[in-house]
């Protein structure tokens, strides 16, 4: 490879690098005041430094880690961790299949993207370009974990001195959720999802007000499962005539 070549990839790696900072700068706000909340919360409660930034590269993801700090600090078992784990980020399964064909082909790069598929990496990755889905996922990957880890840490040493000056931080990993949905909605401008979601949180909430969180998940992959499948069945039909 020539030398005119090697300054063409260089320069076109730090293009995806700039683009990728680009597209996920709003997660990046949104991690920063979330993952600094569960440095300061795992702190508060004890758990050694060192344990919080491995829980933070090899779980990554807010609501699971918030779940896990007092079953942490109280010694639970591996068991009631992982469980807990699993049902929260059950979510995460889902993500995976609309993206399946723009993957990397290699396959530590492949299980690393989707490792990192978090809610903010989906809907990040959701509101773009096929092309630039496949250009651009492990860069994006990266930098989504980067930012919660770096987070994490700026946590850890703020300690709770910046949960006094800055109170309710957990809540940012919510309003973060608001942005993403908004941006998705302003971009692709379909609605029924949303409005598939608030009618089975509405009902959860009215029939099983302590499970409403994964109840409203399961009614809402459920219904979106059967528009899916109803629509191929109309679509046959539609071909067959």
């Known amino acids: 490879m020539g030398v005119a070549q090697q300054e063409e990839r260089s320069t076109v790696k730090t293009e995806g690098w700039k683009r990728a900072v680009q597209i996920t700068g709003p997660v990046a706000m949104g991690y920063a005041p979330a993952g600094m909340a569960f440095g300061v919360l795992a702190s508060a409660a004890g758990i050694p430094w060192w344990i919080s930034i491995v829980i933070s590269i090899v779980v990554f993801s807010g609501a699971a880690q918030y779940a896990a700090i007092p079953l942490v600090a109280s010694g639970a078992g591996i068991f009631n961790l992982n469980l807990n784990t699993f049902v929260i980020n059950l979510r995460h399964i889902f993500y995976a299949l609309p993206l399946v064909d723009i993957l990397p082909v290699n396959r530590w790069k492949r299980a690393y993207c989707l490792f990192c598929l978090t809610d903010e990496c989906f809907s990040v990755m959701s509101g773009l370009s096929k092309t630039e889905q496949k250009r651009y996922f492990l860069q994006v990957a990266f930098l989504v974990h980067a930012y919660w880890v770096i987070a994490t840490i700026v946590g850890i040493i703020a300690g709770e001195q ?53 109840l409203a998940l399961i009614l809402s992959v459920g219904f979106i499962m059967i528009r899916g499948a109803l629509l191929r069945h109309l679509s046959k039909e539609q071909n067959n005539g």
Do not use: D, G
């Open 162 to 214: 910046l949960a006094n000056l800055i109170p309710h931080l957990e809540f940012a990993l919510p309003a973060l959720f608001v942005i993403l949905w908004y941006e998705q909605m302003r971009v692709k401008n379909i609605w029924w999802p949303t409005l598939i979601a608030l009618a089975c949180y509405l009902l959860s909430l009215w029939l099983f007000p302590q499970y409403v969180l994964i």
